[in-house]
């Protein structure tokens, strides 16, 4: 066994089945999200409400992600506990969806300081407060769940079990960007209209996301405080930064892109990255003094 092999992750995934565990976690997620996408489509092509259609790309994706995920696991003798349901876990989830809150607001502040951002009005009614709830239930199902049990839980652990953390690392999010990719190949294979725009924008955005999700998991030994970050990200984007017609506040822009560009990758996803790479680098270093 290797040198940089540690036991929790020979515990996790056997070294000899890692790359098994890879694709298999991978492609749990290609096929859930490629099918949710396709019902969903013939639901609003069928006459079907979108909120059915939501409901239903949420419902499909998390069966089929869960299901294949715990017959990996079973199929393979895998004992991955990333999701806890324990007092700690909860802990994690709401830490975890607070921090791009206090990122956001810190963004907010600066930006506003710097004349950067004005907060024109604010828009509270419960309308705006039932559709978050919703929308939260939607992105827990459709994405944060599905995403963070195959990408952070079951494709790193194959990859750590082989591979170096900083090398599982690259791999892990190299497979997170080829997630929207492969998706957007077979649904223009079967005709239907790519579901995202991939760019480099898009690309980057996904590394920087995906490294915050993966720090996450690193620092807390479990998927809670990413799925609540996961969440709290969305929820952030669509209602506060995204200037759409239910959202928490109008604010103008000095320089057009601020919101995204600043408030959005560079406070949240860039400091979200330094403020806990900082703490896993000292949980290392903890952890170096304690070894005899």
Known sequence: ??????????KDVHYSKGLTVVFLGWASMVIGLFTATLIGQQIEQAGGPIWVSQITRGLVV??????????IQRRYRIQLRLIPLSRVGMFHLVGGAVLPLLLVVCGFIAASQLNWIDIVEWHFSFQLFFSIFVNVCFAFLYEALPEELTMRGLVYSGLRAKLPAFLAYVGQLLLFVSVP????????????????VINTDYVILLLAFGTVLQLLRSVTDSLWASIGFHLGYLEISRFMVAQNDLRLFTYSERYEGTGNLFILFTMVNLGGIFAVGALYLWQRARRKKAEP
């Not at 066994?1 to 020979?10: D, P």
């Not at 998390?62 to 017959?71: A, E, G, K, Q, R």
């Open 1 to 10: 066994m290797k040198k940089w092999m540690n036991r929790e992750f020979e």
């Open 62 to 71: 998390s069966i089929i992600v869960v299901s294949l995920v715990f017959w």
């Open 181 to 196: 990719v492969t998706v957007n190949l077979l649904q223009q294979l079967v005709g239907m209209e790519p579901g995202v």
